[in-house]
């Protein structure tokens, strides 16, 4: 599931459609509602597919209907298509009968039998899940996409479910169904017993770090990771699946807008997923301003790309007081620095004790 999928966004955007007085929105109206609730999502595919997702997992709640796949309500000049309109879902048909809640069902579905309201899709999924916690089929775990298609048989079904209510807490959950975390792989080695981390955005860096905490006697971290540039965000959640508990991670980066935009996104999905906050690498970014000097740019390598000064103070959140001046100025003027800058000598100075 993606991550700006979270029931708290869910709902507000559920609320906003059904605040309508029309049974039919149009695409002016769901982009316009879709603006206000995600104020700071990406453009382009992104933005299409984080529409598309929403759209699903609030048709998984039953209160809205998507157009038929194959029908005309569709944009389709990009991919992802998405619909051109949608039809509201004022009141859910009462089931003529609840064989719900006669049902025996497994001790850690019995709060089932005090629903409400199920539709037959839902009774159906349920039974399936009863099903497999009576035989035992969550207790080893497996990827979320196989265990959607053992219940439901769509790779991507289960992950829009877990925004209803059934996975309410106390309910159901992606644990109790033995899903793994939908977490791309980390890259990553050890380089001392315990649980300290060091994350690199790019692949040099990662080897030079890796071999220079090899060579240390006296090393401060523990486990060396590589990032992957936007990557990381997606493979957080892998940490989590680690043989040893990681009890800190500090991050490194390019100094520029997109490498300081993935080290905040990156805190943000740490803190949702429960993992330690990230850190910025100071020791190490201070070296990179050195190295910068010594290349002849203090200033850093002019760069194309710019964001919103907005997203820029926010992103510069990441990085420690001290660091932060000299970065702002940098990127203001439009210039970078490049975690390349990073070659062994400046990884020893920057650990050395």
Not at 16 to 29: C, I
Not at 154 to 167: I, N, V
Not at 237 to 253: A, D
Request: glycine share 8%; charged share 25%.
């Amino acid at each position: 599931m993606r991550e700006e999928l979270d029931h708290q966004r869910l709902d507000k955007f559920e609320r906003l459609l059904q605040a309508n007085s029309t049974a039919r929105l149009h695409g002016q109206v769901l982009w316009h509602a879709f603006a206000q609730i995600f104020p700071h999502r990406a453009t382009g595919p992104a933005e299409r597919r984080l529409l598309l997702d929403t759209l699903r997992a609030i048709e998984g709640r039953g209160s809205i209907r998507l157009p038929p796949a194959r029908g005309r309500r569709w944009d389709r000049s990009m991919d992802p298509a998405v619909p051109t309109s949608i039809d509201l879902i004022r009141e859910q048909p009462k089931p003529p009968s609840s064989p719900w809640r006669a049902f025996p069902w497994h001790t850690q579905l019995q709060w089932v039998a005090q629903c409400r309201t199920l539709s037959g899709k839902q009774v159906a999924f349920l039974r399936r899940v009863h099903d497999g916690l009576v035989h035992g089929s969550f207790r080893e775990s497996a990827p979320l996409k196989y265990r959607s298609l053992q219940l439901t048989g769509d790779e991507k079904r289960l992950a829009l479910l877990a925004t209803t209510s059934m996975f309410a807490d106390g309910q159901l959950s992606l644990e109790k169904l033995g899903c793994l975390p939908d977490a791309l792989p980390l890259a990553w080695e050890a380089v001392g017993e315990g649980g300290r981390m060091v994350v690199f955005e790019n692949a040099g860096p990662f080897a030079v770090a890796r071999r220079v905490l090899g060579e240390l006697t006296i090393t401060p971290y523990d486990l060396v990771a590589y990032g992957g540039g936007r990557s990381f965000l997606a493979a957080l959640g892998y940490i989590k699946t680690l043989e040893r508990r990681v009890s800190s991670i500090h991050y490194v980066g390019d100094i520029d807008d997109a490498g300081l935009d993935i080290a905040w996104n990156a805190r943000r999905c740490a803190a949702q997923l429960g993992l330690p906050t990230i850190q910025p690498a100071t020791e190490v970014h201070r070296q990179m301003l050195v190295a910068a000097q010594a290349f002849g740019h203090p200033d850093g390598w002019p760069v194309d790309e710019r964001v919103s000064r907005r997203d820029r103070r926010r992103a510069l959140e990441i990085l420690d007081a001290e660091i932060q001046v000299r970065a702002e100025r940098i990127l203001q003027a439009g210039r970078r620095i490049p975690e390349e800058v990073l070659g062994p000598n400046e990884l020893r100075v920057a650990w050395a004790p």
